[in-house]
């Protein structure tokens, strides 16, 4: 057990300082400052080593938290990587993005704030990247089954690394020309650099999976040729379709889906010539819809110098600490603010969207809003409460239907769920035999632990069903829920 006593003489959380908000927001760089190696230790040594240590639960992949808290207050961070990889394949990017529900399950956040959880993951693995400790684990021997993974998300790459690991031989087909899924193209470079996901690639490359990226399954290879071309085939491919508003003035211009705008940004971050993006620089911004979407909106917006920012949601404001009904260990819906909303902006709740207007030329120019008022327990903005903001850019964040279904139902007869997501059985597999499942595809849009955690277990999965057996770990089966998710 890390410190018998440090939860007793260490009270408070203690995370490294974000860069101040003037000097970030020039640059695309991450927000945070480097940590201090004494804090963390000391942090991680206010793990109690719980008897049942619900920050197991609150982790859909399971992760052996008071483990490697213990090796990390020891300093013994070779030791706490290979405990963090025997559960995570990538905590560079869950220890920088995810929420963090195993801090929300924490036995310490009865009565006192959680154990700093993410932080010490996240140290763990850029301790052991700077040190050459993240080497290649190539199989031992090749089992000759090759596999086809349609995605290079964090599904479609943790099923890849597991089965690469596990001597198939894997290619990983994604249809942008960069590898990453919403990682790459969707999370803008102050949540994370895109370096993390370089050097993750480069072990993986040299492990054995292979890469092809440009290339779109259904359009350039049917989906029917890969399945007979691979021994199994694993559908990794997001849930992409926005959800839209549908209402007068959606057709302006000036009226986006946050992804179209996203996506041209994180473009232009890397480098890529984008001829007519679309930006913020001197303009009024409304981002409709909250969530990391939304949140991701307004930094990049301020970034790009916005002249301002409005993000509108058509709910109640959450309680700033965790309501009555959703106690410890659930994860609570409560007021959050990311980096970004420190950033600067308005953030307006119980404000319903009524009309888009524009001007002669058919560019956006004002949005109409109305309070939202609840009848029979649907949101409609409420009469006589109509006013127009100013808005030459309109973001519509409001999340996303599922995934892409065309080509999959008509190329493998794939069957999809009442809402909207790739039916899947128990064990990953569609209702085309030998293809499988993972991700936001099978479960709507989530988050990347869960996307980790469903690319481990299905690798498990088609392992089973091209070996006959399997020793691959299966943190969750489909119809698992984590604590409060
Ligand atoms: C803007 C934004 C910010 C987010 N921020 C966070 C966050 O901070 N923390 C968090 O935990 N979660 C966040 N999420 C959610 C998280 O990114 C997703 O849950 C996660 O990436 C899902 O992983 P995935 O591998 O299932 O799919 P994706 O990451 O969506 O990857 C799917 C990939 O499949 C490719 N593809 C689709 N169809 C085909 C085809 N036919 N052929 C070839 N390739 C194809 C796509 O191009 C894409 O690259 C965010 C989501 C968005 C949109
Ligand atoms: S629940 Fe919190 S205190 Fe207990 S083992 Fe997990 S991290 Fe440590």
């Known amino acids: 057990m890390a410190d018998p006593k440090g939860f007793l003489k260490v009270t408070e959380r203690e995370l490294p300082a974000r860069r101040p908000v003037p000097v970030r927001i020039l640059d695309w760089k991450e927000v945070y400052e480097p940590g201090d190696s004494a804090v963390l230790r000391r942090q991680a040594g206010r793990c109690m080593d719980c008897g049942i240590p619900f920050c197991h639960k609150g982790c859909p992949l399971g992760n052996l938290i008071p483990e ?19 559960t995570n394949n990538f905590p560079e990017f869950t220890g920088r993005l995810c929420p963090a529900p195993c801090e929300s399950a924490c036995v310490l956040g009865i009565n006192q704030p ?6 010490v993951e996240v140290s763990i693995i850029d301790e052991a990247f700077g040190n050459g400790w993240v080497e290649a684990e190539p199989p031992g021997r090749l089992t000759g089954k090759t596999v086809a993974i349609v995605g ?50 480069r072990q993986m490359q040299d492990e054995g999976t ?3 990226a440009g290339v779109e399954i259904g359009k350039d290879i049917s989906w029917s040729e890969l399945r007979a071309r691979y021994d199994a085939v694993v559908v990794a491919t997001g849930a992409t379709m926005p959800r839209d508003l549908p209402l007068p003035g959606r057709d302006l211009a000036g009226v986006h889906f946050a992804m179209e705008y996203l996506v041209e940004s994180n473009r232009a971050t890397a480098g890529d010539a984008v001829p007519h993006q679309i930006t913020a620089e001197g303009k009024h911004v409304i981002v409709i819809g909250g969530g990391d979407t939304g949140a991701d909106c307004i930094g990049t917006a301020h970034r790009q110098g916005a002249l301002s920012v409005t993000n509108l949601a058509i709910g109640r404001r959450p309680p700033g600490e965790r309501p009555e009904h959703q106690p410890w260990p659930m994860t609570p819906t409560v007021f959050e603010v990311q980096s970004a909303h420190e950033e600067g902006g308005e953030r307006a709740y119980l404000a319903s969207t009524v009309e888009f207007i524009g001007n002669e030329a058919g560019e956006v120019r004002s949005l109409r809003i109305a309070e939202t008022e609840f009848v029979d327990g649907r949101r409609v903005p409420k009469s006589g ?13 409001m999340g996303f239907t599922g995934p892409e279904r065309e080509h999959l139902e008509e190329q493998l007869g794939a069957q999809f769920t009442g809402r909207g997501a790739v039916e899947r059985d128990d064990e990953w597999q569609s209702t085309a035999p030998g293809v499988f499942v993972a991700g936001d595809a099978g479960r709507g849009q989530s988050l990347i632990v869960w996307a980790i955690a469903e690319g481990r277990a299905a690798a498990a ?4 069903y091209l070996m006959g057996e399997t020793s691959l770990p299966a943190p969750v089966r489909p119809t698992d829920v984590a604590i409060g998710l």
Do not use: C
């Not at 213990?70 to 290979?82: K, N, S, V």
């Not at 409460?385 to 964040?397: F, G, H, Q």
């Open 68 to 86: 490697w808290n213990d090796l990390t207050w020891r300093g013994e961070g070779r030791a706490a990587i290979e405990r963090l990889h025997a």
């Open 114 to 119: 959680a154990v700093t959880i993410k932080q």
């Open 152 to 201: 290079s998300g964090p599904a479609g790459l943790a099923a890849a690394q597991q089965l690469t690991r596990a001597g198939h031989t894997v290619a990983v087909f994604e249809r942008d020309d960069r590898i990453g899924g919403l990682l790459r193209y969707g999370i803008p470079d102050f949540k994370m650099e895109k370096r993390h996901i370089e050097s993750r690639i």
């Open 210 to 212: 292979r890469f092809r």
């Open 385 to 397: 409460t109509e006013r127009d903001i100013p808005a030459d850019l309109v973001l519509i964040a």
């Open 461 to 464: 999965s088609v392992d089973a």
